[in-house]
């Protein structure tokens, strides 16, 4: 879904590559070839890495909810480590290796409360998003060993991500360290609404997650229909 930048052969020379080095235009073969402007003469496809290597198995263990809504309200702020830890620790959430992070900001009960009209110019400005820039967060998600990272927004992060400086910098830069560096999921548009009223009230945090994506040969992602087990 999305690579980046790396010299993988060792030869000083950045190359286009994948999560494990799988290598763009043959591994993983986009709409376009970003590195040269063309178009590929065989359709988009991902030779490896493709979601229907999830599907062969159940993806399903332990969930844990962080309800940034009920945290910091609807505002739209960037969430950093600072913030997403104030959030854990004052919702007394507990995060292990091999967790599913699951993260309530509100903004699907939004879109569903505009009626099907939603105001264009509120979309990038409503509800908590994380802020892929910080790396004191991206090095959290790192070290925590977290199995995959899910919202109820359209991107995880910011987008667009905050600006990066004058150097050479990823345009979203949690996507690319999630998936590029770690191999980490993230799920996007996940109605959360009832499960974190469901989990809030019992002041509880966990819960167990069943999520497989569709089993499509060579797609890069996959709509879910996941269901908690409370």
Known sequence: HVGSMFDADGDGKPEPVYYNGWRAGKDVVGPHDYGHGAKPDHPPSANKLGVENMAVKAIQGRGVMVDLEHYYGRDHIHVGYDELMRAIEGNKVVVETGDMLVLHTGFATWLIEM??????????????????????????????????????????????????????????PLHEHCLFKLGCNLGELWYLDELAHFLRLRKRSRFLLTAPPLRLPGAVGSPVTPVATV
């Open 115 to 172: 009626k099907k009209k939603p105001d264009p110019r509120l979309v990038h400005k409503t509800c908590a998003v994380l802020n892929g820039r910080d790396n004191k967060l991206l090095q959290w998600i790192t070290d925590s060993g977290i199995a995959c990272l899910i919202a109820d927004n359209y991107g995880v992060e910011a987008v667009p991500s905050l600006p990066g400086g004058e150097d050479h910098h990823a345009w979203l």
